[in-house]
T-cell receptor
Framework: EPEVTQTPSHQVTQMGQEVILRCVPI?????FYWYRQILGQKVEFLVS????????KSEIFDDQFSVERPDGSNFTLKIRSTKLEDSAMYFC??????????????FGNGTRLTVT | GEDVEQSLFLSVREGDSSVINCTYT??????LYWYKQEPGAGLQLLTY?????DMKQDQRLTVLLNKKDKHLSLRIADTQTGDSAIYFC????????????FGTGTRLTIIP
């Protein structure tokens, strides 16, 4: 069964550094998402992306965050200047369609980001 | 805003049925989902139900939706050790699956 793949599985970075988290969505999917889960807390929506632009973003997704689909397969999340509170598990997801009709989100295994 | 609540822990004997409950606040929810997270792994979609349905069955899994009470449950029949995981309830709003709101997750522990 096709799956969403994320790299790396674990990223350690120093505060103030830039990080790029990478995702390869399922190939025929058109909608892409980033969620995060701070340890012990709920999974939170960050951003959704369709047709090469952001379609919705949460309050968490401030100017330090950006997303890009640089080619036909990758979908990336960039954090420009990491803070300690950015430490979390970041999940990428994709879905075939918008609207939920038989089009659930499929998640990757996540990238654990640790900011020191 | 939308909120989804679940109890944090559930322990069940192997072979018994597990029932994981979830309540949500958004009356315009269109789809409700159950995801499973095993240790160190991602979120695996188990099943989902459209809001105009009351029940959906898929092998050992039964989802019940009470839209009036905004209550969703997941029943796992004949619970096995491999069912040990955290189970997340999630809902999507009126505009579909742009944004999922997740519950806190219920950690299911199987007692041999």
């Amino acid at each position: 069964e096709p799956e969403v793949t994320q790299t790396p599985s674990h990223q350690v970075t120093q505060m103030g550094q830039e990080v790029i988290l990478r995702c390869v969505p399922i190939s025929n999917h058109l909608y892409f998402y980033w969620y995060r889960q701070i340890l012990g807390q709920k999974v939170e929506f960050l951003v959704s992306f369709y047709n090469n632009e952001i379609s919705e973003k949460s309050e968490i997704f401030d100017d330090q965050f950006s997303v890009e689909r640089p080619d036909g397969s990758n979908f990336t999340l960039k954090i420009r200047s990491t803070k300690l509170e950015d430490s979390a598990m970041y999940f990428c997801a994709s879905s075939e369609n918008r609207g939920g009709h038989n089009s659930p989100l499929h998640f990757g295994n996540g990238t654990r980001l640790t900011v020191t | 805003g939308e909120d989804v609540e679940q109890s944090l822990f559930l322990s069940v004997r192997e072979g018994d049925s597990s029932v994981i409950n979830c309540t949500y606040t958004d009356s315009s929810s269109t789809y409700l989902y159950w995801y499973k997270q095993e240790p160190g792994a991602g979120l695996q979609l188990l099943t989902y139900i459209f809001s105009n349905m009351d029940m959906k069955q898929d092998q050992r899994l039964t989802v019940l939706l009470n839209k009036k009470d905004k209550h969703l449950s997941l029943r796992i029949a004949d619970t096995q050790t491999g069912d040990s995981a955290i189970y997340f309830c999630a809902e999507s709003g009126h505009f579909g699956n742009e944004k999922l709101t997740f519950g806190t997750g219920t950690r299911l522990t199987i007692i041999p």
